[in-house]
C-alpha cells in the first residue's frame, strides 16, 4: 500500500527559528518525491521535486533533501510569509499519493 | 489565462441533486489530474488523464462519479445523487506529460451538499 507519512502535524515557530519537517514514504516504485505549499482556500503550489537519494533543491529560505526513505523540507530563518501547510506527495505510476501536510505558522 | 481554472469556486447543492465541476488545464498540458480534499484530510486522487483518456479511475469512490475530458483540455467531474459525504473540496491539476512530471493546481471548487 503506498503511503506517505508527514511530520509533525502541526509546527509553531518563533519568526528566524529554523527547523525541519519530514516526510517518510514506502520506496517501491517510487517516481519522484514532490513538495508543496498549501494557503488556506488555495490549491497547493509547486515548490520540488527530488528524484534520487543525495538529491538537494533550494529556493529562497526552503531547502528539501532525500534519502532512500524520506525527506526533509528545511526553513531556514523562516518568516510570517512562510505560514502555510507543506505537503508532500510521492509519485507512483501516473499518479500522486499525497501526506496530510505539516501546518507551520512562523509568529512574529 | 496562464493557471488551472476551475468553475464554479464554491457550490451549493441539495442532496441529491447532480453536480458539474469543470476545470480548464493550462495549454499543451495532456495530463490532468482531479483530486479531493475534506477537512483536515490529505488529498485524495480521483482520476487521471491523459489526453482524452483516462487510464487511471481507481479514486472514484463509487459509480455516482464520473469525468470526462474532452479535445484534451477541460474537464468535467459529474456526481450524481450527491450525498453530504460528497463536501469537500474538489481540487483539478495539470502537468506537460503527466510520468510524475510537476503538477499545477487549480483554486478549487468547494461543494457543499446540504
Known amino acids: 500500500e503506498d503511503q506517505v507519512t508527514q511530520s509533525p502535524e502541526a509546527l509553531r515557530l518563533q519568526e528566524g527559528e529554523s527547523s525541519s519537517l519530514n516526510c517518510s514514504y514506502t520506496?517501491?516504485?517510487?517516481?519522484?518525491l514532490f513538495w508543496y505549499r498549501q494557503d488556506p482556500g488555495k490549491g497547493p503550489e509547486f515548490l520540488f521535486t527530488?528524484?534520487?537519494a543525495g538529491e538537494e533543491k533550494e529556493k529562497e529560505r526552503l531547502k528539501a533533501t532525500l534519502t532512500k526513505k524520506e525527506s526533509f523540507l528545511h526553513i531556514t530563518a523562516p518568516k510570517p510569509e512562510d505560514s502555510a501547510t507543506y505537503l508532500c506527495?510521492?509519485?507512483?505510476?501516473?499518479?500522486?499519493?499525497f501526506g496530510t501536510g505539516t501546518r507551520l505558522t512562523i509568529i512574529p | 489565462g496562464a493557471g488551472v481554472s476551475q468553475s464554479p469556486s464554491n457550490k451549493v447543492t441539495e442532496k441529491g441533486k447532480d453536480v458539474e465541476l469543470r476545470c480548464d488545464p493550462i495549454?499543451?498540458?495532456?495530463?490532468l489530474y482531479w483530486y479531493r480534499q475534506s477537512l483536515g484530510q490529505g488529498l485524495e486522487f480521483l482520476i487521471y488523464?491523459?489526453?482524452?483518456?483516462?487510464?487511471?479511475k481507481s479514486g472514484l469512490p463509487s459509480d455516482r462519479f464520473s469525468a470526462e475530458r474532452t479535445g484534451g483540455s477541460v474537464s468535467t467531474l459529474t456526481i450524481q445523487r450527491t450525498q453530504q459525504e460528497d463536501s469537500a473540496v474538489y481540487l483539478c491539476?495539470?502537468?506537460?506529460?503527466?510520468?510524475?512530471?510537476?503538477?499545477?493546481f487549480g483554486q478549487g471548487t468547494r461543494l457543499t451538499v446540504v
Open positions: 495549454s499543451g498540458h495532456t495530463a
Open positions: 527530488l528524484y534520487s
Open positions: 506527495a510521492r509519485g507512483i505510476r501516473e499518479k500522486l499519493t
Open positions: 491539476a495539470s502537468s506537460p506529460t503527466g510520468m510524475n512530471t510537476e503538477a499545477f
Open positions: 520506496v517501491s516504485g517510487l517516481r519522484g
Open positions: 488523464f491523459q489526453g482524452n483518456s483516462a487510464p487511471d
